[in-house]
T-cell receptor, first 113, second 113 residues
Framework: DAGITQSPRHKVTETGTPVTLRCHQT?????MYWYRQDPGHGLRLIHY???????DKGEVSDGYSVSRSKTEDFLLTLESATSSQTSVYFC????????????FGPGTRLTVL | AQSVTQLGSHVSVSEGALVLLRCNYS??????LFWYVQYPNQGLQLLLK??????LVKGINGFEAEFKKSETSFHLTKPSAHMSDAAEYFC???????????FGTGTSLTVIP
C-alpha cells in the first residue's frame, strides 16, 4: 500500500468553526489531491497540488483552502465549516505522469453540526 | 471535458454468478481508464487500469475489464462472484494532459448467498 495517512480519521465540529485536515505521504509523489465523497456524487475534486506551494482548484473548491509547504504534507482547511461540508474526505497522490495511478488515503469522516 | 457514466448505482448478483459493472466514458483523446474498489470505511484501491496495448486488462481478485474504443466503454467483469466482492466500485478516467481524474458516481455491488 502507498504510504498515505490522513488525520484526524473522524471529527465532529460545529457550524462556523475552522477545521484543518492533514494528508501525509511517504512516497515523494509530486501530485496530491483532496476529494470529497457524498452519496450519489461519487468523488469530487476539491483542490490539488502539483508541487510545494503550487495548488489549483477543483470542481467543488468553494469554502475550502489548501496549503502545501512540504512535499509530504497537504492541508485542507475549512475556514468556517457548514453543514453542507459534512462528508468523507479523501486524499490521493500520484506522480502526475500520463496513465499514472492515483493512490488513496483511508479517509476522514467529518460531521458538521 | 472528460466524463464517466456508471450505469446502475446498485447491482445485486448471486454468489457464483457473473458480475458485470458498466462504465462508459467521454474523452476527446484516447483515455487512461481505471477501476477502483472501496470496501466499507476504507479508501479506494486500484483493481485494474488500461493505458495502452492489450484491450483486455486483468486485475486483482479475478476481475477483468475490456476497453472498447468504438463503444467508449470499459466494463468490469468477474466470472463468479464471491461474498467478499461486496463493495463499491468506481470507474475513472485519468489525465492525458492536465492533472484531473474524473470518477463515475459508483456502483454498489451486493452479493446474495
Amino acid at each position: 500500500d502507498a504510504g498515505i495517512t490522513q488525520s484526524p480519521r473522524h471529527k465532529v465540529t460545529e457550524t462556523g468553526t475552522p477545521v484543518t485536515l492533514r494528508c501525509h505521504q511517504t512516497e515523494n509523489h509530486r501530485y496530491m489531491y483532496w476529494y470529497r465523497q457524498d452519496p450519489g456524487h461519487g468523488l469530487r475534486l476539491i483542490h490539488y497540488s502539483y508541487g510545494v506551494k503550487d495548488t489549483d482548484k477543483g470542481e467543488v473548491s468553494d469554502g475550502y483552502s489548501v496549503s502545501r509547504s512540504k512535499t509530504e504534507d497537504f492541508l485542507l482547511t475549512l475556514e468556517s465549516a457548514t453543514s453542507s461540508q459534512t462528508s468523507v474526505y479523501f486524499c490521493a497522490i500520484s506522480d502526475g505522469l500520463a496513465g499514472d495511478t492515483q493512490y488513496f488515503g483511508p479517509g476522514t469522516r467529518l460531521t458538521v453540526l | 471535458a472528460q466524463s464517466v457514466t456508471q450505469l446502475g448505482s446498485h447491482v445485486s448478483v448471486s454468489e457464483g454468478a457473473l458480475v458485470l459493472l458498466r462504465c462508459n466514458y467521454s474523452s476527446s483523446v484516447p483515455p487512461y481508464l481505471f477501476w477502483y474498489v472501496q470496501y466499507p470505511n476504507q479508501g479506494l484501491q486500484l483493481l485494474l487500469k488500461y493505458t495502452t496495448g492489450a484491450t483486455l486488462v486483468k486485475g486483482i481478485n479475478g476481475f477483468e475489464a475490456e476497453f472498447k474504443k468504438s463503444e467508449t466503454s470499459f466494463h468490469l467483469t468477474k466470472p463468479s462472484a464471491h461474498m467478499s466482492d461486496a463493495a463499491e466500485y468506481f470507474c475513472a478516467v485519468g489525465p492525458n494532459t492536465g492533472n484531473q481524474f474524473y470518477f463515475g458516481t459508483g456502483t454498489s455491488l451486493t452479493v446474495i448467498p
